[in-house]
């Protein structure tokens, strides 16, 4: 297994709270990294709602939700935050006492951290791919079946059917024609949800007989030992035809889940992580939760909220990672130490 990275703070999730508690560590000189299982930061904002307006950012009249995470990694960029995409934290072990914590995390992909603070600012959970309702699938996923696009040269010279009319899907099926045996599209109506210059690029492609499209509905697999060579069309007519398949990717879009958080050992409320609100501190001293997977009296599931809660997150956090410092109270506006921490000075 690989070395344990070392670092003073594991920041799991890396939506808006996750992101301007690097803010706030930073400014108190606690270095972190943070582990999300999307391939991008962001959270919500950028995988929900990228392109509409948000009005209640103090300060920001309006901003995209993928305009305020822009605006957050340009802020947080001083600090020199290590993210690790892809990765979805799963198991958290204590090693250090109450007063002096410390943890293990180990995250999928073989990841392993140890640190003396943890802060979960996970949302609603982890961001998982919604699966299409075909039997046997489970034995193809990883190897023939994908829910992302993570090594394109995985797809090369390779029969490869994506299914969805989404973004995701036509984005793909943009990307992956050039390098594809051949390409597929099956969605289930002839209407598309995607950016409308790439519906126009994936016509293109239609009538230039590049790519196939089909509309139905992927209904049966054929293979061997997780090795796909066939799938079943399922057209709206009933009728069902054979087509060629070594890489199935479907794009039905994304749920969210608590998932292994739950077992941490965490005090739980309704799969949110009770919290003070002195400190935003769990059950478990030096693990933290911030933003929308926290709950106390009066919780509002807002952005603001999430970065109300880390600076205060911050200001324990600091006691654990630098237990014999005197943490004095001071303003970005006026003092020099903070601007030169920032870079602005
Ligand atoms: P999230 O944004 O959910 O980010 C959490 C991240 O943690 C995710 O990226 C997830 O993949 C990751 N994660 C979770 N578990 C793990 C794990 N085990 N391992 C690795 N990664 C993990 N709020 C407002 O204030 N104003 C608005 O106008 C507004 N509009 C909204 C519109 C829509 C359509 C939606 C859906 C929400 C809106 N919200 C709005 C709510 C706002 O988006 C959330 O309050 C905010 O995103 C919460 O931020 P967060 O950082 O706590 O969590």
Redesign the pocket.
Known sequence: MAESIKTDVVI????????FAVFELGLLDIKCHL????PKP????A???PE?P????PGLPLVT?QGLVDQLLQQIEPFHPTFHYG????ALEVLGTAEAPSFRVR?SGGKSFECKVVIV???????QPKKPPIDGIEAYEEKSVFYAVRKKEDFRDKNVVIVGGGDSALDWTLNLQPIAKRLTLVHRRDDFRAAPHSVKAMRELVESGLIDLHIGQISHLAGDAGALSGATLKANDESSHEIACERLVPFFGLT?K????ADWGLNLHENLIPVDTEKFETNIPGIFA????NHYPGKL????C?FHEGALAAQKAHRYVYPDKRLTFQYTTSSSSLQKKLGVH
């Open positions: 799991v999730g890396a939506g808006p709270a996750g992101l582990v999300d299982i999307l962001g959270g919500q904002c995988e929900l709602y509409k948000i009005y209640d950012i939700g990765d979805m934290v799963e995250a600012a996970a949302g609603g959970g982890s961001f969210m608590l998932g292994p958080i911030i933003g929308d997977i599931k807002l952005i603001l999430g």
